[in-house]
């Protein structure tokens, strides 16, 4: 049997894995995708949206969780 995921506050160092999360996440989402670039910038565009989300957006008081299972994020 597998174990269940373990949350914790990401660090620093793993505002990018949470970007990365997040992309993926949300790349069936219409309305985020209505106003993004369409076609192959599509995920691109995506991508610097949620890095920009992560490293600008988050107020420096709140934290990020990440979900790990195996050493992944999930």
Not at 2 to 16: F, G, K, M
Request: proline residues 4%; hydrophobic residues 45%.
């Amino acid at each position: 049997m597998n174990a269940p995921p373990q949350v914790c506050a990401a660090s620093d160092q793993e505002t990018e894995r949470v970007a990365s999360v997040l992309t993926d996440a949300f790349i069936d989402e219409m309305g985020l995708n209505y106003w993004l670039r369409q076609g192959h910038a599509k995920e691109r565009a995506r991508r610097l949206f949620f890095d920009a989300a992560v490293r600008d957006v988050v107020h420096p008081d709140r934290a990020l969780w990440l979900a790990t299972a195996a050493g992944q994020a999930v």
